[in-house]
């Protein structure tokens, strides 16, 4: 009689997004209930919650790490958002439109002035435009150890809220002003300027909507080794 | 005489199920118990969480079990009730008695 694959991804994801001293016996009840019968939707349906609650109680346990773990993902992608138009300016290079465009327009337009977006995506950039976020969740996993997937996922979901504003696109007319949160280089300061948004389609926020966190949490995946469980003081 | 907190709610079903079930107690037949007498799905990810809530508050210990290749070669991890646990289970029965008796709508299964 042969016996049943455990679903290989949910499997992969269980091993790194659940901080628990109890992972591996986790796992190994999953694997047990699904080769005596439990179905693959109930796999996923554990594995989905075991993640979320995981990473809760660990938030509620070390909420300062979360909240470092964010304003981190900020200061990253804000450095990236720089970098790019530095390069851009320099050399002419539309490496813009590598990076997320969203919070990095409005902090473009704060900071050297102007007025209206210079991102025009493209399809093949929607591809390219991951990469940076993919690389902040692994940075961020890389920092924070066995703390990873509480932190990544507080990340994406952080990120999830700032992008929807390109949502408002989708609901919004043309030139309508959004709030954008943009940060000041050098002064730190914080402010949420309303900057007038140029319609890009829906196609394009939407992807992006989605992109932003699936791609942080992807990067902070990747980056998370699976480890010896957590042992608990 | 020492103050205790609260059990939760579902901490107090975990501990009740783990009770019940004696020796053999681990994941998987503690949130079948609880599934069984609430008519509830259970996430067995957070019978777990709530058991090493317990364990970290002194109510229940812990003991690693045999790894079968049915499991992938995970071992278990059974757990059972301290004597703290067992007398903080009874002073959440007796408070639960005493309140419950005074609710005079709850009584005889009215609707």
């Known amino acids: 009689m042969s016996v049943r694959r455990v679903p290989p991804l949910a499997t992969w994801l269980l091993e790194r997004a659940v901080v628990a001293s109890c992972k591996e016996t986790l796992v190994g009840d999953l694997s047990e209930q699904f080769r005596q019968g439990r179905s693959t939707a109930w796999y996923w349906r554990q594995t989905l919650r075991a993640i979320v609650v995981c990473a809760v109680d660990d938030v509620q346990r070390q909420t300062g790490l979360a909240v470092l773990a964010v304003g981190l993902s900020y200061i990253l992608l804000v450095a990236a958002g720089y970098a790019a138009s530095a390069i851009h300016d320099a050399s002419g290079i539309p490496v813009w439109n590598w990076t997320v465009n969203h919070g990095f327009d409005g902090m473009r337009v704060w900071w050297f002035g102007g007025s209206g977006a210079r991102y025009q995506p493209t399809n093949p950039m929607l591809v390219v435009q991951a990469c940076v976020p993919v690389l902040v969740g692994w940075a961020i996993a890389r920092l924070f150890g066995s703390r990873a997937p509480a932190t990544v996922l507080c990340c994406a979901a952080f990120w999830t809220c700032v992008v929807s504003t390109s949502m408002l696109r989708w609901l919004t007319l043309d030139g309508t002003p959004v709030p954008i949160v943009a940060l000041h280089p050098w002064s730190g300061a914080a402010a949420i300027k309303f900057i007038p948004m140029v319609n890009t389609g829906r196609f394009f926020a939407l992807m992006n909507f989605l992109l932003v966190p699936f791609s942080i949490f992807l990067g902070g995946m990747l980056g998370r080794a699976p480890t010896a469980p957590l042992e608990h003081s | ?111």
């Open chain 2, 1 to 111: 005489m020492a103050r205790s907190e609260f059990l939760g709610g579902f901490e107090l079903l975990v501990l009740l199920a783990l009770i019940r079930l004696g020796d053999e107690a681990y994941g998987v037949p503690i949130s079948e118990a609880i599934e069984e007498s609430s008519g509830r799905d259970v996430a067995i990810g957070s019978v777990y969480i709530t058991l090493d809530r317990l364990e970290r508050k002194g109510l229940v210990v812990s003991r690693l079990g045999e790894a079968t290749p049915e499991r992938g070669g995970r071992a278990k991890t059974y757990f059972k009730p301290t004597a703290k646990g067992l007398r903080e289970a009874k002073q959440a029965q007796r408070t639960l008695m005493t309140l419950w008796n005074s609710v005079p709508q709850l009584e005889g299964g009215a609707a």
